[in-house]
């Protein structure tokens, strides 16, 4: 019979086997950055560096989008019939429940957060959030305005296309279903950049949406700098929609970025609270 672990050893022997992501996720698999340049992935907890990461650029960013528009254009995600994308995406929040105590474990490792919280909070709230857009795919529908007997009016709701999503660091996970969720709910094609300081879980996350069914370059992860790889996708001239969370002063940036490219739409969730002073 296997013993059964107290929690404290059970939790470091997972941590000391769980293998950590460090490669870009585009088109459905693996990739170093085009440069070979990677960036160390360092735990606050006690110092230790997890891996070393791709460190995506303007050049990385461009293969995502690529990938994510060619997935959008020829329908394999957004010509499926709501009902499918429910049940794909609902699988996932199935293997993300599955997973759960090895995303939970990456949250804490990357970001330094008790595991207690990344187990019970943070992995209940990326699976609940995965599970309710998805049930939610098949809700969404169009109107028919009642108009003169001689017309015909439609309001029909439709992809946008390529959403390029930035998020933080302290909810890394929740954070990228907050955004992933309803994204991919409605058929768009997504390239996420998650935050340097936290960019293992996402790229797990990625993994297991392939996993369950949703088809490659629908869901592309980038890690990178702001500096390099945020930049480029706010200006990049084929991303329909950018949606970041963060300072009001990257925020800004975003707006500029969109001006100076294609006028993409910018959904913006800027500021902080609860601010401490710890002495």
């Given at each position: ?7 404290r050893?059970?939790w ?31 735990s ?29 254009e020829d ?20 293997l ?14 990357e ?54 999503a930035?998020?933080?660091w ?41 996993e ?8 592309n ?22 949606t970041?969370?963060?300072?009001t ?7 500029r970025?969109?001006?100076d ?17 710890v002495?």
């Open positions: 019979m296997t013993a059964v672990l107290p929690d050893e059970r470091s022997a997972l941590a000391r086997s769980i293998e950590v992501p460090a490669r870009a996720w585009i088109d459905g698999g693996w990739r170093d950055s085009r440069d070979g340049a990677t960036f160390a992935a360092v606050p907890r006690d110092g230790a560096t997890l891996a070393q990461v791709a460190r995506g650029d303007a050049a990385d960013i461009d293969d995502a989008v690529v990938a994510a528009r060619r997935a959008f329908e394999r995600w957004s010509g499926l019939a709501p009902a499918e994308r429910k049940a794909t995406m609902v699988r996932w929040a199935e993300i429940d599955d997973r759960a105590d090895e995303l939970a474990t990456l949250v804490s490792l970001m330094g957060k008790p595991i207690a919280d990344s187990r019970r909070i943070e992995l209940r709230a990326t699976r609940n959030t995965i599970a309710w857009f998805g049930e939610a795919a098949d809700k969404v529908v169009d109107e028919l305005p009642r108009v003169a007997s001689d017309a015909v009016a439609m309001v029909t709701r439709e992809p946008l296309g390529v959403v390029g930035v998020v933080p302290n909810f890394p996970l929740t954070m990228a279903a907050w955004k992933l969720g309803p994204a991919l709910a409605t058929g768009n094609s997504v390239v996420l950049k998650p935050a340097e300081q936290s960019p293992v879980s996402a790229l797990r996350l990625a993994e297991l949406a392939t369950a069914g949703i088809p490659d370059g629908v869901v992860v980038v890690p990178g700098p702001g500096e390099k790889a945020g930049q480029a996708l706010g200006r990049h001239p084929d991303v329909d929609v950018v970041f969370t963060g300072s002063e990257v925020g800004r940036l975003f707006l970025y969109a001006a490219s294609n006028v993409k739409q910018v959904w913006l969730e800027l500021g902080g609270k609860t601010p401490l002073i002495l």
